[in-house]
């Protein structure tokens, strides 16, 4: 597991070491800026003779040496920051250790208020660059940057050569928000950068001239050149059509539930790339989620299950997260009487944290799905209930798998009002909790597909012979699939899962939806490629009923960005050949 951490100040005899090692690995990777390395000591502990703040990341193993860092200096005046120098230790290779860096500093950043990131990069034309392995090196940077939504900025005197060598290329991330960069901010922050970069080198009326070719407003950025295919980002106008057919539903309370600890993947920057992706789509349209009352969740999850979470999150201290580590299995009529030991008696692993906004955030991810099941009764075909956290690892009275409450069950559970329901799960593991939680109902149908509970998380449930009880008999369906699979093993299944749920003619379709059964993802094991996302997307449209998505797992941004899109550019086909455009 990576660990990144920030360092304060050389102040600290162990702040002082790593500092010592940053400088290490800068002067051995950046030789022709090495004197840069003396100041970084000042840098961080004179913030204001410099007049901006430096924020250094390092990353490091178990006996502290440093592995690489990130050097970013934040602009207070315009709230916006540099992204200065990123450096990997150079005997090391790759091993994510770049993306842990760069998603920690937008984490940071983020955290911080900031309100983008620039950073520049060499350019990648065949044109400018003659030398293969420079070429293929920036490129290979300006894909990475890709990858997070971060492109060049265009149509500008910015790669205007100081000498010799090409120069860079500005690169711009807004930290996942969605509004444009306007000119005014972007010409403020490129006489910042300008000045802070190569004040010693060029003169003033080279950063005015600069600054002056800034004309587009708001600034334009180049189209994507490497995920192309597979992301495909068509920078379209919004499609009116569309939007009145799907609707994407998400709140920021999210955020506030941050665990920073033992490798914790389920992060905040996974919703900001989902509503990133499909802002520029252009596909869907949004709605604000809103609150809703507890009595849906109560019918859902045990009461005393419920005043148990409220309780002990609200007792909890501030960025301490108490994992669960008692589990009174066989008795389970004693519950431990201090609150943060009993978390055990409710939870199915220890990996699963409470803190103080655990409550909140999964209480917010509620109302999020119940008010796309609202969005569905008014007549909406398809509705997106961005959650986070997810839920359904969470059944009647426990949590687990960073779940606390089951938002597909929840809102299956309100829809079931109406007329039946179907609850079909494809994120990569089982979903155990809404199995649980409509265990002996007949009016709600859940299927699940994921990874052989015999090698894959929960482990303990998601087998074939687990069809229900009572009413509920042959109204629960597991396809469990081997450890790697690929795309047509996949298919195969979901076609055989939507028979079932066709045999079944529900009213309304909830989609448990994880991302995690692509190729690559760190929790998961299949090998879906991009382009099963989007049959997958097409499939579940062509069900022809109102379809509730709600957010499960994931965790490769990557995957993130490019299943999203793939998923929606799937169920978009489907729904224009129904408008008849197609
Ligand atoms: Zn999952």
């Known amino acids: 597991m990576i660990s990144v951490r920030r360092v304060y100040s050389g102040a600290l005899a162990r702040d002082a070491d790593k500092i010592r090692q940053v400088q290490e690995i800068f002067r051995s990777t950046f030789g022709e800026v090495a004197s840069y390395a003396d100041k970084i000591p000042d840098m961080l502990d004179k913030p204001f003779s410099f007049g901006y703040r430096t924020i250094l990341l390092t990353s490091q193993t178990a006996d502290r040496k440093v592995t690489g860092f990130s050097l970013i200096l934040h602009f207070p005046e315009i709230n916006s920051s540099l992204l200065d120098f990123i450096a990997i230790r150079p005997q090391i290779k790759g091993g994510g250790l770049g993306s842990a860096l760069y998603e920690a500093s937008r984490d940071m950043l983020q955290r911080l208020g900031s309100r983008g990131l620039y950073l520049e990069a060499l350019p990648d034309d065949p044109s400018i660059v003659k030398d293969p392995a420079l070429l293929k090196e920036n490129r290979r940077r300006l894909k990475f940057y890709e990858y997070y939504g971060v492109y060049p ?77 597979e992301t495909s980002r068509p920078r379209v106008f919004p499609d009116e059509r569309l939007q009145r057919e799907m609707v994407l539903i998400s709140s920021p309370v999210h955020r506030i539930h941050h665990v920073r600890e033992r490798g914790y993947v389920q992060r905040p920057a996974r919703v900001e790339v989902l509503e990133q992706v499909l802002a520029e789509m252009g596909m869907v349209d949004r709605a604000v989620p809103k609150s809703h009352g507890g009595k849906v969740l109560r019918e859902v999850h045990d009461p005393d299950f419920v005043t148990y979470l409220k309780t002990v999150c609200e007792k909890l201290a501030p960025n301490r997260p108490v994992y669960p580590y008692v589990f009174p299995v066989r008795r ?251």
Request: proline share 6%; glycine share 10%.
């Open 332 to 582: 389970p009529e004693r519950k431990p009487r201090e609150l943060a030991v009993r978390a055990g008696y409710y939870c199915i692993d220890t990996f699963t944290p409470l803190d103080q906004n655990a409550y909140r955030a999964a209480r917010a991810a509620v109302d999020v799905a119940l008010s796309g099941a609202e969005e569905l009764l008014d007549g909406r075909p398809v509705a997106y209930a961005l959650c986070r956290p997810p839920g359904h690892h969470a059944g009647r009275r426990v949590f687990g798998g960073f779940c606390y409450f089951n938002n597909a069950a929840v809102v299956a559970q309100a829809l079931s009002r109406e007329g039946k329901v179907a609850v079909l799960d494809i994120d990569f593991h089982h979903g155990n909790g809404t199995q649980d939680i409509f265990w002996t109902r007949s009016d709600v149908l859940t299927v699940s597909i994921h990874g052989n509970p015999n090698y894959a998380y929960p482990y303990f449930s998601g087998f074939t012979d687990e069809i229900g009880e009572g009413f509920g008999r042959g109204y629960n369906r597991n396809f469990p699939l081997p450890e790697n699979a690929g795309d047509e093993r996949y298919l195969d299944t979901l076609d055989r899962a939507l028979e079932v749920v066709g045999r079944f003619k529900p009213t309304f379709v909830v989609l448990a939806l994880g991302y995690d059964t692509m190729a690559g993802d760190p929790t998961g094991s299949f090998a879906l490629s991009v382009r099963t996302m989007q049959t997958i997307g097409s499939r579940l449209a062509s069900l022809g009923r109102p379809l509730l998505i709600v957010q499960e797992g994931g965790y490769s941004l990557r995957n993130l960005r490019r299943g999203c899109a793939a998923f929606f550019r799937g169920i978009s086909r489907v729904l224009l050949r129904g408008l008849g455009t197609v």
């Open 153 to 229: 900025i265009i149509g500008t005197a910015y790669e205007t050569p100081i000498g010799d060598s090409p120069a860079p290329h500005l690169l711009f991330d807004p930290l996942g928000r969605v509004q444009p960069l306007n000119r005014r901010d972007c010409r403020a922050a490129v006489r910042l950068i300008l000045r802070r970069k190569y004040g010693d080198i060029v003169s003033q009326e080279y950063i005015e001239m600069v600054v002056r070719s800034i004309k587009d407003d708001p600034v334009r950025f180049r189209e994507p050149r490497y995920n192309r295919v």
